[in-house]
């Protein structure tokens, strides 16, 4: 255990559907993270915040819109995905976002048909 | 190109043997992370370090900064060890981000 959760562990979702996944972390943290990893590809920042404030957002997709309404919980919104979203979702979190060792959740693996 | 690269890529070893991951960048960085992926997806951090060495149980990790290098050691080896292990660099100073490597993945037979 980490002290971070993830929740679905796995969803299966239509290109149409809409679809949220959750993030929750234990440890006081302020800076929180989703990351993508895709099938033989390195790990892909998506977003960052740091105490509620989104401060990076990777080129991401519109169709994946983020949510952090207080430093515990960070939400990822899904609509009208493609199946190439088809990756494994990770948070993680950390004292501060930079230089402070980041704690990942177990992830979400997300199936898109 | 990836700026962090690691090898080898896939790495099969005997119970009891001694390993060792390299991994090496491009780019200017602040710290270097050792990652643990099981299968299944969960990520453990090993190290993160900034120069030098540190140690944990039989794990080793090391970097030289000037030579953008860092290598991940596992004395005696053992079948639980087997693991997607993932370098990652910060870049960017105190508030940068990891870029990350593809990760090796370690099987231990026993």
Redesign the interface.
């Known amino acids: 255990e980490?002290g971070v959760t993830q929740t679905p562990r796995h969803l299966v979702m239509g290109m149409t559907n809409k679809k949220s996944l959750k993030c929750e972390q234990h440890l006081g943290h302020n800076a929180m993270y989703w990351y993508k990893?895709s099938a033989?590809?390195?790990?892909?920042?998506m977003f960052?915040y740091n105490f509620k404030e989104q401060?990076?957002n990777?080129s991401v997709p519109s169709r994946f819109s983020p949510e952090c309404p207080n430093s515990s919980h960070l939400f990822l919104h899904l609509h009208t995905l493609q199946p190439e979203d088809s990756a494994?979702y990770?948070c993680?979190s950390s004292q501060t976002?930079?230089?402070h060792?980041?704690?990942?959740?177990?992830?979400t693996?997300l199936t898109v048909t | 190109k990836?700026e962090?690269e690691q090898s080898p890529q896939n790495l099969t070893a005997q119970e009891g043997e001694f390993i060792t991951i390299n991994c090496s960048y491009s780019v200017g960085i602040?710290?270097l992370?050792w990652?643990q992926q099981h299968p299944?997806?969960?990520?453990?951090?090993l190290f993160?370090l900034s120069s030098g060495k540190k140690k944990h149980g039989r794990l080793i990790a090391t970097i030289n900064i000037q030579e953008k290098h860092s290598s991940l050691h596992i004395t005696a080896s053992h079948p639980r060890d087997s693991a997607v292990y993932?370098c990652?660099v910060?870049y960017?100073?105190?508030?940068?981000?990891?870029?990350?490597?593809?990760?090796t993945k370690l099987s231990v037979k026993p």
């Open positions: 980490t990893q033989k590809k390195p790990l892909e920042l960052v401060t990076e990777n494994l990770l993680a976002s930079g230089s060792e980041q704690y990942f959740g177990p992830g693996r | 990836n962090v602040s710290a992370h990652l299944g997806g969960g990520i453990v951090s993160m993932i990652a910060l960017g100073g105190s508030q940068g981000n990891l870029i990350f490597g593809k990760g």
